[in-house]
C-alpha cells in the first residue's frame, strides 16, 4: 500500500517531483475511496466535479471547506468500524467539527505524528513536563482538541508531570524535584502557545524564578490569537522563555483536528514545514487560484491519512503563505510556510482557546 | 510472580478488570481501555518490566494477546 511506502520514508527529504508523485497517488486512492463509500461525497463530485475521481495534479484535487464537518457528519466506513469522534475545540454557542476515526485512521495519525516528531526530538521518549492542568483529561467521553493533543504528544514522554494545577498555578516545586531527578537527560515540553505564555511564563517572570531547561525540547501549538492582544511575537516568545528556563529549542506547530497526526512543525529557521505526508496550498480567495510562493492567501491543506471521514483536501478559515519549496536552510525538503491566522470574518477558533480566563 | 503475572496486574489494575476479562480484550472494547486508559497502562507495563517501549509498540499494543507478542518479541519477556 502505498501509504506504507510513505511511513517508511524519511518526513522531509523528499523533493517536490517524489513527493507529488506519492502524495497523488494517494491522494486519488482516498477520493476514490470517499466516492464510494460516502454518498454526500459522492454527491458533491458528480455534482461539482463531473464525477471524477482521478486527478492529475495534487492543485486540481477537489476540497471541501472545513466549515462542511460542523454541518455535517461525514463517513467513509460503516458505524460500527468507528471507534473513537474527534471534536474541534469550539467556544460556547459555536458549532463543532466532528471527525469520526476508524482504528486504521487514528493508528495512522499517532505514527505519522511520531514520524514527524522525532525529526525534531530525537527518536526516544524522555522525561516530559506537560505544561497543563491533569484536569484538562478528566471527562475522558467528551476531551476537547486541548485533550487529544496533549494525549497524542504523549507518547513522546517517558515519565511525566503536569506543570499546572486544576486552578492554573504552576506546580512550581514539583518541577524542580523532576527536573533534578532526570537531570543530564532531554526534557520535553509540550502545550498551548498560550497557556504556557500566560500560567508559564509570566509566573516565572513575576515571582522572579529560574528553571534548569537549557537541555528541553518545547513544542507549541493551538495559535496565537491570543497573544496577539498581548502583542507577543515569535521572538519575544522564543526569548522570553529562553530568559525564565534557559530552554533553546522551541517549537511552533501548525495542525487541526480534521488533519490530525499531520502537523507541520516549526524549523530552526522558524518555518513551518509540510512532510511527505501533507502539503499546503495557498488560494486566491477572489476566484481560488493558487498562488505563487510569497503571496498570501487562504490555507488548503491536504493530507494522505484521513480514511475514515473524507477529509484529505480541506480549505480552512486560515490565511497563509508558502514561503519556498526544497530550499529552507534547515535542509528539510517540502514546503515551508507561515500562518497569519484567522480570515476576518471567520469565526474566532482555535485548541487552546479552550481554557477562557477567570 | 512470573512475568505472565505482572503483565495480568498491569491490565487489573489499570484498566480494572477481573483476570477472566482478559483473554481476547481489545483496546477501546471496555470504557476504560480509552486512549487516557492506554497511556496508564503503559506505564504500568513499563514499570512492571523496567523497559521503555518505543512509541510504534506503543500504538501497536492493541490487545492483551498482541501485548504479549509485542513484549516477547522486542524486550526479551517470556510468557
Redesign the interface.
Known sequence: MILDTMLDRNPYTDAHTEKNSLLLERLNELTDHYYNDCSEYRRFIDVLHNGRTKYDSLDDIPFLPVKIFKQMELKCVPDEDI??TMTSSGTTGQQVSKIFLD?QTA?MQ??VL?RIV?EYTGN??MPMIILDCPSV?KN?NMFSARGAGI?GF???G?KKIYAFTDDMELNIDEIRQFLEKYSGQTIFLFGFTYMIWQYFYKKLKDIGEYLPLENGVMIHGGGWKKLINEAVSKEEFKSGLNEVCGIKSVHDYYGMVEQTGCIYMECECGHLHASVFSDVIIRDMKDFSVCENGKRGAVQVLSSLPWSYPGHSILTEDMGCVLGEDDCPCGRKGKYIEIYGRMKNAEVRGCSDTFEKK | MTNLEKYNQAFIETLEVAKEQLEGLEYQQIANWDSVGHMTLIAAIEDAFDIMMDTDDIIDLSSYEKGKEILSANYDIEF
Request: proline content about 0%; glycine content about 6%.
Open positions: 471507534f473513537k482504528r493508528g499517532q505514527k511520531t522525532s526516544s521518549r483529561l475522558r494525549l504523549s507518547l513522546f517517558s
